[in-house]
């Protein structure tokens, strides 16, 4: 099974960086924590000590249009939060 990884960067995945070393990734419901933990080591090339999931909930979604309400959900997707080593970064924008 192949598993997607994907950087989360927003303002609170910031300050858990800046404060506690630990990086944030969306990733495929599907993926164990030790999946991650071997594609986060393969990709960023750091020690990863610690991984911590939580499967984000789909939502309950609506809105009105010309042509009546619309309901539908959103997707339901699993978070990753991986502590790496003291000392070690990783760099996401160095592909850019």
Do not use: C, H
């Amino acid at each position: 099974m192949e598993i997607s990884i994907k950087p989360i960067l927003t303002e609170k995945a910031t300050k858990l960086t800046e404060k506690l070393n630990r990086y944030t990734f969306a990733v495929s419901p599907k993926a164990d924590k030790g999946q991650i933990k071997a594609l986060v080591e393969a990709l960023y090339g750091v020690k990863v000590l610690k991984v911590n999931t939580a499967v984000m909930r789909a939502k309950n979604k609506s809105r009105w249009t010309k042509s009546g309400l619309l309901r539908g959900k959103t997707a339901q997707w699993k978070k990753a939060y991986v502590t790496v080593g003291e000392g070690e970064t990783i760099d996401f924008y160095s592909n850019i």
